[in-house]
């Protein structure tokens, strides 16, 4: 169903100060009221309800939201009925407060922008449509024109294209956006350098391996051996090499050798010590000093042996002279003597000190007993009980008021004339004197006392301590029988240290003596052991023919010519060895370098065939732009000459067919580049002239202007096939506004819009009323005259023409 | 050309247009115009065109024959539009607007001139029918354009042209993804 509008009502809206229903079910609705009644309010009341805003009135305020409500009204109001829309809505209201525009518009986003750029040509638009079509200082590429071109043509496809390629223009900046792809080119040029690197070490391997076999036969030469004819067999070289080792044979000669320097040194001592002459010295020596030995032993030994036997029931445990080292015994001897005297001493001395103290002790005891005594004596001579008797007196002392005693009622005057409580207090002071003295008595007793204990107890642990007489002259006796035997034993020092000498020289001689006799046995375990040793040398061995140690000298140089030898076979085998081994290295370091360079070469040539791949497709690319341009160029010339410039022309020639210079889109004329919709003129006769804003009179400016809102309108599929237009004619004269009348006909009755104009001049109203009457039977106009009433009140009054059949044809 | 000839060269045209040729002289209301050539629109349009030769006729009483036509068609009530189309040279323009207030006034000038630059169907074009370019969403489809200028069924194009629609960047990421792809291709065949 074809889209349509039904009605609108407007409640305070602009200048529309009471409720006013617009009827619009028709396919043209004329609209006619003075300025002022409201023509406009209603466009764009339709327009707002519509998409939510008003786009004209934005151009020029962009805080037209404020001034939307009429003048002493709090709200407007604007309710909006259609039917057909695509997205199934009919009805919108939409209301304006001080607080903004609430409601939701009737169309959807996409078609909103449609009916403001396509199908409503407001008043204030119409007059600035080229300029403001073309884009007021801004680049034409962006124009609002240039953009509807676009949208139009759908080059925006193609745009996307030719900028999403833009990249393949250029390597660079595939290297840019396409990391791998740079990816490759390094790796392809790293693969490159690897394998110059590769084949320059294979060259330089091969040198050495020229190199190392000369080598290695010289090496060889002196082994009897030569190098094989393949490469395998040089494993069978190696292993023949190791198999004829000398090292056993080596370790044999050098064993040997160490057993026959050892012989020589035995040989050399053995030589010293086997002469016959050495051993007689040896055994007379031994002898001699035995015979010195008996002897002292049957002097000076004895009396040693004597003295230390008499001190065995003293000192048990003494060592005899006989068993050991007599001095080591004469020694032990004295050092037990030496502390026997010293213990006996220091019990004479104590004893000697007990017996002085005890004495001076009796002394003193004697001493304090006296003290004592007369400590007594002391103490009878003061009363006992003089403190209380003070104490007694002095509580009669406040009693004693006269001379009168208190206790006895006596006359205190009649026993003296000193008076009665002076006499009292003389008595207190002198029994409190006595008191005191009574008591440092007491202590003093008290500590004479203690000390005659204390004496009394030393005296008796000393008594107990104390030896008797008989005791300590034993003890003497004692000493003085040490003393003796400590006299004898220093004695026979000088003499003891002589035998000890005697007792070494002896021992020594004794064991040169057997050593001697063991040097014959030795040498025949030595000349076995050259023998054997000439044996294992494979080397003759004629004892007692040949003196021992000429023939220990001849087998002793041969073992040194045969170390050398086998030494140097041994270098030369182990330098054969080596070379064959560093051959094999490098030769299995060229393998290594054969197999990389196969790797890489496969790499580099996969890396250059993916190269090559995308090289192919940037070149694809490249050539999709291209034709890219070379198809929008051609749709954009084809668009424009045939259906655009065309339109444009028969609309623009049908308002003003005497007009010599007819606007046109400019033809790009480079293929390249942005799009750019460029206004121009067109001769009739074909030449292409100037902008129409220089080129056309004002009035045409406006007719080309319009055209072109209609041929833009008219290019596209119509989503909404209405035509709204507010005063279009005010700069129009009557053979065009007459042209533009058949215009909006056609547009109607053939073209199948819907229309609603808004005119202010009564006899064009009148005149368009005629000419947009219904033409066949579905046909219908309305027109609504706006006015106001005496109170200023909107009125709106609608009248419906529907189609009559018309009685001039029939009657013709 | 001949005056009669430009008569018939204005019938023609509107005949081709649909329009219905009317005898002449008509009547209307009773009254006799003895009009060039008089047609009426059919179908959707309902013009009543007259032909008039200013050169046969004076402009004084092509006026007052206008004028009287129109006036017989309001006396009839009719709503039809009128449209005098005036052949010969141009009446005066105080004339021209007199005529204009009651029809539509198509001066296409002198007969001489009629073969030039199409004058006469440009001052008719406005009784034609208006000839639209087929409309669709677009005026052209670039894409299937394209699509015939290239090798659609390679493979990189067609991938290409598909990501067309989704704008600059999709264009652009498909493309580095193919030669991504390109690059990791023979890679993987190389593992």
Redesign the interface.
Known sequence: MTPQLEAITLTNFRSINTPVRVPLDAPVVLIHGQNGTGKTSILSGIELALTGDIPSLRRVDAGYQQHLINKGAQSARLDLVARGLPNGRSEATMTVTSNGITGNPLLPLDLAKSYSERCYLAQATLGKLLEIYQGQNAQSSFSPLTLFVKELLGLDVLEAIVEGLHDAGDVRRVRNSVPAYSDVERRISDAERRLTRIARGMKDIDRGIDAQMKELQAALAPLGESIPSSTADFDALLKDLEARSSKNRLMTVARVRRDLLAAAERLRTIEANSSVDERTRLEESDLSARRQLADWREGSGKVLSETISSLLSTFPSLPSPDSTDPEVARLAAVGAVDADIRRLSELITTQEKVTSRLVEIRAEMARLDERSRRLDEQIAAHAATAGSLAQALSGIIPHIHSEECPVCGRDYRERSAIPLASAVSTKINSLNESAGMLEALSKEKATAIARLANLRRESEKLVATQSSQVTIEETNTQRARLQIVKQRLDGVAQSVAQATALIETAAAATRKLSEARESGVQLSSLIETVRQGAGQLKQTFIYPEQPLDTQLTQLLDFTEREEESLNTFEEQRTAAISKVESLQSQQSSRAVMVKEQGIVQIEVEGLRKAKGKADATIEIARGLSRTVLDVRTSIVQRVFNKSLNRLWADLFTRLAPEEDFVPAFALPRKSSGAVEAVLETIHRRGQRAGNPQTMLSAGNLNTAALTLFLALHLSLEPKLPWLLIDDPVQSMDEVHIAQFAALLRTLSKRCERRIVIAIHERPLFEYLALELSPAFPEDKLITVELGRNASGETNARATHHIWREDRVVSAA | MTYSSSIDQVVSLLGDAGYRS??TP????GLQFAVSA?L??S????D?VIVEDTVATTSREIQIRIETIARA?DS??????L?AILIGPRPSASEL?AM?RVA???PVGPSSFLNQ?D?LR??L???L?????P?????????S??SK??DSK?A??SE??G??????????S???R???Q??????S??A
């Open positions: 009317l005898r008509f009547v209307l209301a008089a009426v629109g179908e959707r349009s309902s009543l068609m009839l009530d009719s709503k039809r539009p449209t607007d204009s539509r006034i198509l630059n004058i440009n001052w074009a406005v009784l029918p208006l000839q639209l370019p409309t669709g969403d677009r005026l052209a489809d670039p894409l354009e394209l200028q290239v390679d990189v194009i290409l042209l990501s067309a629609p989704l704008g600059e960047s999709a264009v652009k498909t493309l580095h193919i030669i991504e390109d690059l990791a291709s023979v890679e065949n190389e």
